[in-house]
């Protein structure tokens, strides 16, 4: 049987428990249809991954018992992916894709061309998690609220580095550009922006250029629409300088985990 895997907020130690949310007891109980005693696995983005089993406490209520660590928490690439938002079926394509692939925060941007005033967060943070879930990953990425572009560079951390992907074809090819890095560079923690729609406008290109740490890059000969960019950008880093030049582990001890869309 596939084992349902679920991103809990509780400390994980075995002989525990950790509550179990509304929607999650509803997804066990009433899509998945799982008994009590029903295996799960657990993560809560600090403890690792443990196996756990379900148990009822009331109609419509229930804890997960905490048994044995499967996976030891592991260090995770550090890159924020800084992105214009889109219409909501495509900002909801972004946070599920770029937790898929290891993003650690996602960050939206507001700049003069932005077309979507509103982020539901909410809604950006229960894809992400979902996506989480399904993946096996041990974190569920930080989603911020939006922020203005200008503020967020006035405020720009000192040591992390900037990727700018140029539409103005100012940059070199992506691979290109960052291979040639040093090591301290490649080492760094990142951030990757991408503009909206309608691109940045010149004064924000500008700004952009200013950090100190900023490499500024090109994708391609074709135009990319802003959720296909933001993917293969963050797609192409983490080829070149993140968890893919590394073995892929063995996931989720001697079973798979499932975690389907309702």
């Known amino acids: 049987m596939s084992v349902t895997r679920l991103f809990v907020g509780a400390d994980l ?6 509550p179990l949310d509304e929607a999650q ?6 899509v998945m249809r799982r008994p009590d005693s029903s295996p799960l696995l657990l993560f809560n983005g600090r403890d690792g991954e443990w196996r756990g089993t379900l148990s ?3 109609k419509k209520a229930a804890v997960a018992e905490v048994g044995e660590r499967t996976r030891e928490q592991a260090p995770e690439p550090d890159v924020w992916l800084c992105f214009a938002p889109v219409k909501r079926a495509r900002i909801d394509y972004i946070a599920e894709k770029a937790t898929e692939l290891g993003v650690s925060v996602l960050q939206p941007v507001v700049t003069r061309h932005t077309a979507v005033e509103r982020v539901n967060v909410g809604r950006l943070r229960a894809n992400a998690v979902e996506a989480a ?3 096996e990953r041990l974190t569920v990425p930080e989603v911020r609220d939006s922020i203005d ?3 967020l560079l ?3 951390p000192e040591g992390r580095r900037l990727m700018m992907c140029d539409e103005t074809g100012g940059g070199p090819p992506i691979a290109e550009a960052l291979s040639q890095l040093d090591e301290a560079a490649r080492t760094a923690p990142w951030a990757i922006v991408i503009g909206p729609e309608g691109g940045f406008a010149e004064a924000e290109l ?4 200013r950090i100190k740490d900023v490499t500024s890059v090109g994708l391609g000969p074709r135009i990319l629409r802003a959720d296909t960019a933001a993917l293969a950008a963050l797609a192409c880093w983490q080829a070149l300088l993140g968890d893919w030049r590394r073995p892929t582990p063995r996931l989720s001890g001697d079973y798979r985990a499932s975690r389907v869309t309702v």
């Open 13 to 18: 130690a075995a002989g525990g428990e950790a």
């Open 25 to 30: 007891v509803h997804y066990l109980r009433n």
């Open 56 to 58: 009822s406490r009331g």
């Open 133 to 135: 879930e399904q993946t």
């Open 149 to 151: 572009l200008g503020k």
């Open 154 to 156: 006035d405020a720009w």
């Open 206 to 209: 500008q700004a952009l250029r």
